[in-house]
């Protein structure tokens, strides 16, 4: 049985190695989402977005996709419920953390959005010979 620190101690059992899997994905993921958040800063501070950057935003959206998401469903499957069960769902961290998936995933929406207009925007690559 693993204690949370919150609060007040509640206990409530959840598998150790599922909680060192989702920690260790959590410190896994602040490198990459602190990388992208760079490179984001970068395009905003100087309104070009290059082919590199394309090509990071396309690989944060395969990241959001492929490896946040399902470690969402993770934590909403296997976490969430048994800490909803002993603190409940409002005014805890809970709800808050119930949102924030939400919220990731409506931005992530947004952000697959604003990449395929970028990607129309450029020009299409050209041709390295011409047919005679």
């Given at each position: 049985m693993r204690t949370l620190l919150v609060a007040h101690r509640i206990r409530f059992t959840v598998p150790g190695d599922a909680l060192v899997r989702l920690a260790e994905?959590?410190?896994?993921?602040?490198?990459?989402?602190?990388?992208?958040?760079?490179?984001?800063?970068?395009?905003?501070?100087?309104?070009?977005?290059?082919?590199?950057?394309?090509?990071?935003?396309?690989?944060?959206?395969?990241?959001?996709?492929?490896?946040?998401?399902?470690?969402?469903?993770?934590?909403?499957?296997?976490?969430?419920?048994?800490?909803?069960?002993?603190?409940?769902?409002?005014?805890?961290?809970?709800?808050v953390v119930a949102y924030e998936h939400a919220e990731v995933r409506r931005e992530v929406g947004k952000i697959k959005e604003g990449l395929a207009a970028l990607k129309a925007r450029r020009p299409a690559p050209h041709a390295s010979s011409r047919p005679a």
């Open positions: 994905e959590h410190a896994d993921f602040i490198d990459k989402l602190t990388e992208f958040e760079a490179a984001l800063d970068e395009m905003m501070a100087t309104r070009l977005a290059s082919d590199e950057d394309i090509e990071l935003l396309d690989e944060a959206v395969r990241f959001f996709e492929e490896e946040l998401f399902p470690h969402f469903e993770r934590e909403e499957a296997f976490l969430l419920p048994p800490l909803e069960a002993k603190v409940g769902l409002y005014g805890s961290l809970v709800n």
